[in-house]
């Protein structure tokens, strides 16, 4: 079983921390790097997450 890398980070986040740690280098290589690597990226569910069942607020409007 293949355990699946990810990370919630974004890759300009990444970029701005690999530079700040005094490194020269764009976001195309730290994205390279990443899917080299077998990382992808993940967002989170509620953003991918867009349909909403007709009665997600039923609890809220009982009478």
């Given amino acids: 079983m293949k ?3 990810y990370t919630h980070v974004s890759i300009d986040t990444l970029t701005t921390l690999v530079k700040e740690k005094g490194y020269t280098v764009g976001k195309t290589v730290i994205n390279k790097m990443l899917w080299g690597l077998g990382f992808s990226l ?3 569910k509620k953003a ?3 349909k909403s069942h ?4 039923r609890q809220f409007h009982y009478r």
């Fill in 54 to 57: 007709k009665d997600r607020d």
């Fill in 3 to 5: 355990h699946m890398l």
């Fill in 48 to 50: 991918l997450h867009t």
């Fill in 42 to 44: 993940k967002g989170n």
